[in-house]
């Protein structure tokens, strides 16, 4: 017979590596989700250290 798929989630996510094996899905903004992305890049825009994802 013909193979059958199904979707159980459709967000964009961004899965975080926590080390040991251990991840972290984490379901991206609705504003991420109207077009396709293909890349990430985090950078250093503030003093604080934090890394802000683009």
Not at 30 to 38: D, K, N
């Amino acid at each position: 017979g013909a193979l059958h798929y199904e979707a159980d989630m459709l967000e964009s996510v961004f899965i975080e590596n926590q080390g040991n094996g251990n991840f972290v899905m984490k379901t991206l903004p609705v504003e991420a989700q109207f077009s396709p992305f293909h890349d990430f890049k985090f950078i250093d825009i503030d003093i604080h250290k934090d890394h802000t994802l683009f």
